[in-house]
C-alpha cells in the first residue's frame, strides 16, 4: 500500500500567529500546543534547518540513529554519514508549542 498523509489540523491559541507560521483556523477543539511527534520528511535537513532557523524558528541541532548493533532508539550527533533514508533528525516547536521533527529521506 502506497499512502501519502497530506493534512494535519493544529490546534492553536492565536489564529493570526498560526496563519504566519501554518494555516488553518477554528479547525479543531483539541487543546493548542498538545500536537506531539509531528514529522515533516525533507529531502535535504541541512537546508529545511537553516530555512526554518532564517525565518525565526529555533530549530534543534541535526542528529542522527545510532545503529551501531542495531537501532535501540540512540542518536549522535550531526548528520547520518551515509545519509540514510529516515536517519537524520532535527527537532523544533511551532508557537504554540506542537513539536515536530524534520526528518531526511530521498536526499541525493
Known amino acids: 500500500m ?3 498523509l497530506e493534512v494535519v489540523i493544529l490546534p492553536v491559541s492565536d489564529p493570526d500567529e498560526s496563519l504566519r507560521f501554518q494555516f488553518g483556523a477554528g479547525l479543531t477543539d483539541a487543546s493548542a500546543g498538545s ?3 509531528l514529522y515533516l520528511v ?3 535537513i541541512e537546508a529545511s534547518r537553516r530555512e526554518l532557523i532564517d525565518r525565526g ?3 534543534g541541532e541535526i542528529r542522527h540513529k545510532d545503529a551501531e548493533g542495531g537501532w535501540r532508539g540512540g542518536f549522535r550527533p550531526g548528520l547520518d554519514p551515509d ?3 529516515y536517519a537524520s533528525f532535527a527537532d523544533f516547536r511551532d508557537p504554540d508549542g506542537n513539536t515536530w521533527a524534520l526528518q531526511e529521506r ?3
Request: no cysteine; aromatic share 0%; hydrophobic share 40%.
Open 2 to 4: 502506497k499512502a501519502a
Open 106 to 108: 530521498g536526499h541525493r
Open 35 to 37: 500536537m506531539r511527534g
Open 57 to 59: 524558528v529555533s530549530v
Open 83 to 85: 545519509r540514510a533514508d
Open 42 to 44: 525533507v529531502p535535504d
